[in-house]
């Protein structure tokens, strides 16, 4: 369930600065600029996100050795 919950932040984090982006070219006419803002944005966001989730997934599991076994 946790998991399901990181997936689902990141997610509704690249959607948030997507519709906000959206919501200024309306406001402002400058579209399609803020969009694009805000969907790069967005994405730099959710990938901050997933990568502090690999750190944090990464310490958790026990160390695996890095050579083929032999």
Do not use: N
Not at 3 to 18: K, N, Y
Not at 56 to 64: A, V
């Amino acid at each position: 369930m946790y998991w399901a919950s990181q997936v689902t932040s990141i997610s509704f984090e690249v959607a948030f600065f997507c519709l906000l982006g959206c919501w200024g070219d309306q406001m402002w006419e400058t579209s399609p600029w803020l969009l694009l803002v805000g969907s790069a944005f967005g994405l730099l966001v959710s990938s901050w996100h997933l990568w502090q989730m690999l750190k944090q997934l990464e310490k958790e599991s026990p160390t695996r050795p890095s050579g083929p076994k032999g």
